[in-house]
Structures are given as C-alpha cells and as structure tokens.
C-alpha cells in the first residue's frame, strides 16, 4: 500500500504537502459556508466554484505545453509561493470583515489560475519524484489518499473554526500550510531540466493531443465519461451547504459533517485503488463506481434523517472519487512519456474545467425546481450514463470476439 514512499523525493514532497491539502480544506469549506451565508442565494454559490475552477477549462491546453517546456520542479515551487499569496489576501479579506462578494469571486478566479498550472504540475512530476515506474498507480493512488484524508480533517477542523473563531482564522490557517510543501520542495533532489529549445504551438499541440486521444479509443471513452459526469453529476457537491442549512436546518458544523462525510467516502476508495494489482481492468472500476454513485446521489435527495443523509453523502463520495481517481490512473499508465503532459490536461479539462460549468448549471436548476428534485434528476442521469458507458463497452468486445472465434476455427480446421 505504501510501496511508492520507497522514491525518497515522493515521501518528502508526500510529508511536505500533507498539511498544506489540510489547509486547501479549511479555505474552500469557509468560502462555500461564507458565501451561502453572506448571500442565502444558490446561484452565487454555484457562480463562486464557477470562477473556481473554469480557468482549468482554457488554461489546461497551455498548462501542458509551456510545462513541457520548463522545469516543473521549479515551477512548482513558484505556483507554492502563488497560492500561498492568495491565500494571504484571502485572509486579510475576511480578518477586516470585507465582505465584498465580488472580491471574493477575483480572488477564486486568481486561485483558479494557479490551480489549472498547479495539478497538471503535479501530475506530470510524478514521474520523475517516483523512482520505480512500477509503483507510479500507488503514488497516484496515495496521493488521492492523502487529499481525500484532508477532505476528512479539513471540513470537519473548519466547522470547529467557523463556529468558534470566524471565517479569518481558516484563512490564516491555510495561509500558514504552505510553509511545509514549500519547505519539502527546497528538499527534494532532482535533476534541473534545461528550458527546451521547442516552439510552442498551442493550437497545434492541441489538435495532435485530441488526435492521440481519439487514436486510443479506451482513453477517449473514458474522457468523454468524465466530461458528463463533471457537467451533470459531480456538481451536486456544491449543494451541501445546501442540505446542511436550509433542508436540515443546521449551522457550519452540519456542513462540515457533509463535506467530512464526502471524504470519508473519496479516502476509502482511495485506499482500494492503492492495493489495485498490476493489469487489473480500472474500466470496471469505473463503471461500478459511476453506478455507486447515481443511486447513492438518488437516496441521498430522499433521505429524511441527517444521520441516512450523512451515510449517502458518504457513499457519493466513495463512487465520485473511485470514478475519478480510476480515469486518472488510466491516463497515467497508458499514456506515451511525450504525450502523458497533454493527455494529463486533457483530464484536468474534463475534470475541473467541466465541473464550474456543472455547478452554475445546477445552482441555476436547483434555485428553480429544488435541490431534492435537482439531486434526484442528477442521480438518474449518472445511472443512465454508466448503462450507455456498459452498452457501448460489450458491443465493443463483441466486434473482436467474432474475429477471435473465427481465426481459431480457421487453425482447427
């Protein structure tokens, strides 16, 4: 489970950021519960994680072109020292009890840039902070652990913060988390990389990447899945805060129950993509996971208790995370090495860059018809999409079949 921390440049970079994805937590907890509670309006709730990560959208295809270019060592270290500085204005924000929604919004936007360069950053280091290429799915894996560990312990430290300090001390607090990763990252050891001397042609890069994509059929499926379910179906996340304070009638701590529970449920499918063996088929994990999380997302929007509410919101995030975590995976061992930064954008694209345009979707629906009604109708779709995804998966395997069939009885006879 833990073999990738053997790569001593992946267990310090591991360590390094292990309080600062803590920190990530308590700013966007605060920021959901601050903003709902500022305005009691859903659309602008869904407009904020709009401006979050729509950057991921455009700025994905040149994210994984320039940071071929570059050392991505060094370029992670500066992206640190970024979002450390926003994170320093965000807390200023809320510390003078500025509660101006439209600076808030510039300052996600501002967060949202860094993070379309940050995650394909990250993720393409991978390969070179992992010594033995064997252990690169546990090190993916591990790595979504320790994110989603956070998801656990940073909502529910906020909800502590939020009911006892105020919104600022959470800022403060992810303010100061940088100060390990970035601490981390002055350790580690790795071989500087000279800028290259290859021209950029975004638009040309681009296409060839979507040529690759499409060329590799399995890849392109798996994609085309996620672009879906990040519209349509993922973004019922943003409508907790939503359950919490208006369906259950609760305060910052019920929603950070709903965000730990989402964790809870993201860390345990984490866990089991950690112990996943070589050649195991992750498409079948994935489609078991898109199935998970359509009828929990159904049970959820009909739950009465907060206690059953809860226990589905956990297993939401069980089937979110093993849906994401799975195609990312994919990516990571399938991709060529000169195509694995672009095949890796393609992802954030689909992922982070769908996502914001899912969530002012739903914020639009759910201000109209409800959020019972707008969780319901996601659910469905998210089955839906897992029955199409299985059709078309057999109906694949049925046009070698016959061929496989045929070319034994041609060596029989």
């Known amino acids: 489970m833990f073999k990738a921390l053997e790569s001593r440049n992946f267990k310090i970079f591991f360590y390094g950021q292990s ?58 270290i500066i992206l640190q020292f970024l979002a450390m500085f926003q994170a320093g204005l965000m807390a200023l924000v809320f510390y003078n009890k500025t509660y101006n929604i439209e600076l808030i919004m510039a300052l996600t936007l501002f967060q949202g840039v860094i993070n379309s360069f940050d995650m394909i ?129 609760g305060d910052a701590q019920t929603f950070s129950w709903f965000e730990s529970a989402a964790g809870i449920g993201s860390l345990l499918s984490a866990i089991y993509l950690t112990n996943i063996k070589q050649g195991t088929d992750v498409t079948k994990i994935t489609l078991a996971a898109t199935l998970l999380l359509g009828s929990s997302m159904i049970l959820l929007s009909f739950s009465q208790s907060i206690a059953i509410a809860i226990f589905c919101t956990t297993l939401c995030g069980l089937g979110m995370m093993a849906q994401t975590s799975s195609i990312n995976i994919y990516i990571q061992l399938k991709s060529a090495s000169h195509m694995r930064s672009r095949s890796i954008s393609y992802f954030i694209m689909a992922y982070q860059g769908m996502l914001p345009i899912g969530s002012l979707l739903i914020g639009i629906l759910s201000h109209n018809i409800g959020a019972r009604l707008t969780v319901t109708l996601q659910g469905i779709l998210c089955i839906a999409t897992a029955i199409v995804f299985l059709v078309y998966k057999n109906k694949e395997k049925r046009k070698t079949t016959p061929l496989h069939k045929n070319s034994e009885e041609v060596v029989h006879q």
């Not at 920190?23 to 407009?47: D, E, H, P, R």
């Not at 100060?179 to 638009?203: D, E, N, T």
């Open 19 to 76: 309080i600062s994805v803590i920190g990530t937590w308590l700013q966007k907890t605060a920021v959901s519960w601050m903003v709902y509670s500022i305005t009691n309006s859903v659309f602008l709730l869904g407009l904020v994680m709009f401006f979050s990560m729509i950057p991921s959208l455009f700025l994905s295809p040149l994210a994984g072109s320039l940071l071929k270019k570059y050392d991505r060592h060094r370029a992670m």
């Open 121 to 249: 950053c990250r993720q393409t280091m991978m390969v070179e902070i992992v010594d033995n290429k064997d252990n690169l799915a546990n090190a993916v894996a591990l790595n979504t652990s320790l994110s989603n560990l956070a998801r656990i312990a940073g909502p529910a430290l906020a909800g502590i913060l939020l009911h006892k300090f105020g919104a600022d001390v959470c800022f403060i607090g992810n303010f100061l988390s940088y100060i390990p990763v970035l601490f981390s990252l002055f350790m580690m050891r790795l071989a500087y990389q000279p800028k290259s001397a290859h021209k950029i042609k975004i638009y040309n890069e681009f296409v060839e990447g979507l040529d690759y994509v499409k060329n590799e059929a399995e890849m392109g499926k798996m994609l085309l899945l996620l672009i879906f379910s990040s519209l349509f179906v993922t973004s019922f996340i943003t409508l907790l805060p939503v359950f919490a304070k208006d369906i259950f009638n």
